[in-house]
Every structure is written in structure tokens, then in C-alpha cells.
């Protein structure tokens, strides 16, 4: 699932031809770029995230970031993926966990708004790294692609698309792919509060601690646990094949369901080599139904750019929230 494509896109800018600010905002970081009439990146900003200080530090630091690669105010608009359960509608972060303190219930859209000036638009920041995946299924299916997206982490978040349209679902819901049930984790429990995810055995903080379990030694970081597979520790090689099984069948049967034309899987943990990979790439082929039979997991279109790209794009697809607007 390697990633090979250029970091452009194609209609990130406002109607009348001028740049759009794309801001990714994760736990740890925030990356900020400005983005040209043709999709290039015109300018890169990144910083630490201060997730530790509050929603209005956070806030502050969004602000601050697309300032740095927009001084002379050339952009009017700007899209934020943020990480969390976003509503594009409200602007509201309606649930997230405790990776930024204080996110839940923020006012994202208005808050970001009225501290920069720009008319802002909003999503989570899995569907927004996966609307250029939707755009370019929607250019070869004539608007009417079915898009399963993937993206598998620290956590294990997801997109959904059908027909051409991205789903947001009830609260922005929808795509949290990580809070459906896996056999692998009964009984583990996740950190949404409830127990048995899929998140807490395949994420790459879920892998490593499975292996945990198996072994009783303490590991620092997933990649500790992909050298020892590699030089062929069999905990190690079951704490991996475990988790990558159980997203992809997982994923093939959320592929029976709704019947996309495309499945994409991205994230760090796909990318520690092929027995992942593989792993998933068996379980998720071994639960499709007939019709489905050829269709298999690609890696994304773009690269460590997708993310910001996703959200300038959002500006053209999702409500704006403008400042001073009456809340």
C-alpha cells in the first residue's frame, strides 16, 4: 500500500480563483498550508498542538497557524480537519476523546471564525482526508462513486460515501469505523467508555498492547513490536496479524453492506510492512460476498499533503460558518 501520487488537488479554492487555507489539526500537531487556484501548496506551516491548555488555546493556535501561511490575507476561506466527532453543519465538536483536553462541545466553525476573519468550514479529519479519494472516484464513476476509507493509527477512524456523497450522519457521526464490534477485542475495553472495538486491537496502541499480553513485557511503540515479528517472534507475529485480521474483516463486511467501488486504508500502521497487509488483505477478501469478489484495499492517493488538501476542499462542499454570524 505504498503512496505514489503529486500533492495536488483539484477545486480547493473559492469560486472567485483565490487561495484557500487547509488546516489539520491531530493531537500533537497542527499542519497549515495555503492552497493556489491550481491545488498546489503554496505555503506549509506546522506546530506543536497545545492539547494539554484547553479548546481556546487550541483554538488560538489554529488561528495563529494559518496567519503564518497567510500574512497577506490573500485567502478568504479556510478548512479545518479536526480531529474528534465534527458536525460540518453546526461547526460543533460533538464528542472526542481526552487526546486534546476540553475538545468536546467546542465551537470549532465559530470559534475559528471570529478568530481569523475567514469564513470557515468543518469536518472530522478522516472524511476530510478522504474527500480527494471521493473526488477522484466521483471523476471516473460520473459522480456516483461508493467510497469505503480507512484510516488506521493511533486510532481507527473511517469515512463512508455513497452515491457520490459523503455520509456525516446524526451529530457527524458517521465513519468511526474504529467503535464497531471485533470478536478479537471482547471484553477490551475501548476509549469511548464501551468495551469490545475494533479500535483497542487494531490500532497501533491496541497491537502493541496485545502483545503486552501475550508476552507480560511492556513495549514502548508498534514499531518495537514490527522488528520483533520481523526477525520472526511469534508474539509479536500474532499481536500483528491479530489486529490487521480483525480490521479487515471488519471492513469486508461493511463492504457487504453498502457495496463501494472502492476501499482505501491509510494511517501509520499499515505502513510497518507486508504482514499487515497481508493479514488484512486475506481477512477482508475471505468475507466478501460473490459480486464483490476482485475488490481489495488500495493504499491513498496522496500523501502526508492529504489531510490538508482534504480540508481546503471542504470549503467547497460543506456549509460555511462566518464570523460575527449569530450563533
Known amino acids: 500500500m505504498t503512496t505514489t501520487a503529486p500533492q495536488t488537488a483539484n477545486a480547493r479554492t473559492a469560486p472567485d480563483g483565490r487561495p484557500v487555507v487547509g488546516l489539520d489539526l491531530g493531537g500533537t500537531k497542527i499542519a497549515a498550508a495555503l492552497l493556489g487556484a491550481d491545488g498546489t501548496v503554496l505555503a506549509r506551516y506546522s ?12 483554538l488560538d493556535a489554529l488561528a495563529a497557524a494559518a496567519a503564518e501561511v497567510d500574512p497577506g490575507r490573500s485567502a478568504a476561506l479556510l478548512g479545518i480537519a479536526a480531529a474528534g466527532v465534527v458536525d460540518p453543519r453546526t461547526g460543533m465538536v460533538t464528542s ?24 470557515v468550514a468543518c469536518d472530522n479529519d478522516v ?38 456523497r459523503m455520509l456525516h450522519g446524526a451529530s457527524g457521526i458517521a465513519g468511526h469505523l474504529g467503535h464497531l464490534p471485533s470478536p478479537e477485542a471482547a471484553g477490551l475495553p475501548c476509549t469511548c467508555g464501551s468495551t469490545g472495538h475494533l479500535e483497542v486491537i487494531a490500532s497501533g496502541p491496541g497491537i502493541a498492547a496485545h502483545y503486552e499480553r501475550l508476552t ?67 481477512a477482508f477478501v475471505s468475507e466478501l460476498m460473490e459480486p464483490l469478489r476482485g475488490l481489495v484495499p488500495r493504499a491513498p492517493l496522496l500523501g502526508h499533503d492529504a489531510a490538508v488538501l482534504g480540508a481546503a476542499a471542504l470549503t467547497t462542499t460543506l456549509p460555511l460558518h462566518h464570523p460575527g454570524a449569530h450563533r
Open 47 to 58: 506546530r506543536p498542538t497545545p492539547a494539554r491548555a484547553g479548546a481556546a488555546a487550541v
Open 96 to 119: 472526542a476523546t481526552d487526546s486534546i483536553r476540553g475538545w468536546a462541545g467546542t465551537a470549532l466553525g465559530a470559534g475559528l471564525a471570529d478568530r481569523t476573519g475567514y469564513a
Open 127 to 164: 472524511r476530510a482526508t478522504a474527500g480527494p479519494e471521493l473526488a477522484a472516484l466521483n471523476a471516473e464513476r460520473q459522480d456516483h462513486g461508493s467510497l469505503l476509507f480507512a484510516a488506521i493509527g493511533t486510532g481507527v477512524g473511517g469515512a463512508i460515501a455513497a452515491d457520490g
Open 216 to 282: 507480560g513485557a511492556p513495549v514502548d511503540r508498534l514499531e518495537t513490536v514490527a522488528l520483533r515479528a520481523a526477525q520472526g517472534e511469534p508474539a509479536a507475529v500474532s499481536a500483528i496479524t491479530t489486529g490487521a485480521a480483525a480490521a479487515g474483516q471488519v471492513l469486508g463486511g461493511l463492504a457487504n453492506a453498502f457495496g463501494p467501488d472502492r476501499v482505501v486504508v491509510g494511517g501509520g500502521v499499515p505502513r510497518i510492512g507486508p504482514l499487515y497487509e497481508d493479514a488484512l488483505r486475506a
